[in-house]
């Protein structure tokens, strides 16, 4: 009687421990998806950030500056700021050999060859036409993620990069070589900004505090764009005001919100994923070129447009990583 009640016992006790291992796994697999979640509207609303602020850095350009120097000004303005801020938060600046190597090649490579390529492409071509051939850069993660990682690229990954390189052709211009050389730009700035998609979830920057890879984001990308300014001789800080202050505002959008929220976002969902929901950057662009700086979008560059924008949705609704 008493070994009944003992086994008794134990089944409800096994009973309750399966069922409470369940209630954990099933609120487990909530937080993920809730996190993932969050992770995604934190980049599309930075897409939508760094889809408007070009139309204001092209605004400045009347001012005496240019897409180079913008690049080298937006990151140098915000500095002093972000390094209060891990002053005040006691945060360590220190960083092994590792996050240096990341850091070099993340930020360096990734991030602050990208700035320059693309601000200093809104030198030759319309913020129109630049945005939409950066935005090469979905279906350039998808390569690059194969090539260097051993990412599968099956079928909706071919059909989105034959779409993309359809979509980019439509933006060449016939005649002059300067809109050759902007095009060149923007594209390139693509597969830049790809590497520093996927490379920044797979490194060590993945686990650094927000506010110090902030610091050194802004820093590396300063560096970058000051020595290529320096040696195009392209460096002026002879703005007009309301230029300093369009430039400050397009500072803070892109080097402080519009970064956190993309790389907030992005040590969430990973590289392609975060690539996939950046969709609304292209749109928001292209509408501000369009309504505040008055830029003309013929048939062909909007075929060009919606062939690109293809190419994502092919990605985000065939793809099994989508």
Sequence with gaps: ?????????????????????????????????????????????????????????????????????????RSLIIL????????????????????????????????????VLLSGSYDFIPVSVATPVHFVYPVAAAVLGRMLWREKLNKAKLLALALCAAGVVCFFEKDGAIAWQGIAMALISGFTFAFYLQYLGRSSLAEMPLL????????????????????????????????WANMILASLMISVTGTVLLQFGTRIIGGLTSAICSTFEPIFSVLCGVVVLGESVSTIKLLGSVLILLSILCITLLSKEG
């Excluded at 209630?23 to 408007?52: H, N, P």
């Excluded at 390094?83 to 602050?112: N, W």
């Excluded at 300014?229 to 007009?240: D, E, N, Q």
Aim: charged share 15%.
């Design 80 to 115: 002093p700021g972000i390094y209060t801020a891990v002053l005040i938060k006691k945060i360590p600046l220190k960083v092994s050999r590792a996050e240096l190597k990341d850091l070099i090649l993340c930020i360096g490579v990734g991030q602050g060859i990208t700035s």
């Design 212 to 243: 110090k890879l902030l610091f050194y984001t802004n820093l590396i990308s300063c560096a970058v764009a000051g020595i290529v300014c320096a040696a195009c001789r392209s460096i002026t800080f002879s703005l007009t005001a309301g230029a």
């Design 1 to 73: 009687m008493h070994i009944r009640s003992e086994k008794g016992a134990f089944m409800r006790t096994n009973v309750k421990s399966k069922r409470d291992t369940r209630q954990s796994a099933g609120q487990a697999a909530k937080r993920r998806d809730t996190g993932k979640t969050v992770g995604i509207i934190a980049v599309i609303l930075s897409a939508i950030i760094f889809g408007i602020a070009p139309t204001i850095v092209t605004l400045t350009f009347s001012g005496g500056n240019s897409g180079m120097n913008a690049a080298f000004l």
